[in-house]
């Protein structure tokens, strides 16, 4: 069954519109599979779009957006967030946000690897590491024996040492983290991952998929979806990084992809209905969002398949 059977009207044309030049190039990448080669005019225009020049403009070359001691100082509006921001607007890689991914390695990274905000209690990092290896990968940092020592940590932690996942904040484990770092593993591409890497992710997408939540209730905030997002996540974050990991067939992917599938407008397109922990005013809350209706598109695509755009390469 083809991912249209599952929507009202087909938003892609709505994604294209240059309007967001950040959603049509995530469009274009994801859904038509247009090679990097091919996107240089689509790159320059995102980097042109008036967003992100407002957070080019305002980096310090030495604190760049919080302070040069603590670059998750600031948290979301801070280095480390600014940056995670960019990653998810698929910024390409520019002079000072090259620099300041070599600030976050040099003083966001603990001695054994991990990225922590707060040295003194490092037991919060499991999202922050799974952040900074997607955020370090998007950026062409992944090939850096300092990001590899954080991969290798994480997937020791998720392997061999499960007491380490535990997140003092959560008061046990935590689902968010997981989709955290399991999005830090899947932004290495296939190609690259060593044998440790496709077992920790298997491992993690299984803890998901068994998850106990509670929608009614306790996770009722998953269903209100966001973007930008922080550490904070959403069922829509959760059954993109689920489908990516290849279990499309599973019963409860397809419970999750049914909840969100009843979140769509009759247009096909899916709203922010949560404020978003740096609020940007290009989409407002409680409207339709570009953003969220690209990754519920590619979501409904890679579990239900029958992408015909894929086929075209060009718009």
Excluded at 170 to 177: F, I, K, L, R
Excluded at 203 to 228: C, G, H, T, V, Y
Excluded at 253 to 272: C, S, Y
Aim: charged share 20%; aromatic share 10%.
């Amino acid at each position: 069954m083809s991912w249209l059977n599952h929507i009202q009207r087909d938003p892609v044309p709505w994604l294209l519109d240059p309007e967001n030049p950040s959603a049509r190039v995530l469009t274009l990448r994801h859904v038509f599979n247009r090679p990097e080669e091919s996107l240089d005019a689509e790159y320059r225009a995102v980097l042109a779009w008036k967003p992100v020049q407002s957070f080019l403009r305002y980096a310090d070359p030495v604190s760049f957006w919080g302070r040069a001691e603590n670059p998750f100082f600031g948290a979301a509006a801070g280095t480390f967030g600014i940056l995670y921001t960019l990653t998810q607007l698929g910024v390409p890689p520019h002079d000072i946000i090259l620099d300041a991914c070599e600030h976050l390695i040099a003083r966001g990274r603990l001695a054994d690897g991990r990225f922590a905000p707060d040295a003194v209690q490092p037991e919060i990092w499991l999202c922050y590491t799974g952040m900074a290896l997607q955020l370090l990968n998007h950026f062409g940092f992944g090939d850096d024996p300092r990001v590899q020592s954080a991969r290798f940590t994480l997937t020791q932690a998720i392997l061999q040492q499960p007491q380490q996942l535990i997140c003092p904040i959560a008061g046990g484990e935590c689902a968010a983290g997981y989709v955290k770092a399991l999005a830090g593993l899947e932004s290495l591409p296939i190609t690259e991952r060593t044998s440790e890497d496709t077992q920790a992710i298997e491992q993690l997408a299984s803890k998901l998929l068994r998850w106990p939540f509670n929608w009614e209730r306790r996770d009722a905030d998953w269903l209100r979806l966001r973007f930008i997002r922080y550490y904070e996540t959403d069922l829509l974050e959760l059954a993109h990084m689920l489908a990516h990991a290849g279990h499309t067939e599973h019963p409860r992917l397809r419970e999750f992809t049914a909840r969100l599938v009843a979140l769509q407008d009759d247009e096909g397109r899916w709203h922010k209905t949560r404020a978003a922990a740096l609020e940007m005013q290009t989409e407002r809350i409680f409207q339709p969002s570009r953003w969220l209706t690209f990754e519920a598109v590619h979501t409904l695509m890679l579990t239900y398949g029958g992408n015909a755009y894929a086929s075209r390469g060009t718009t």
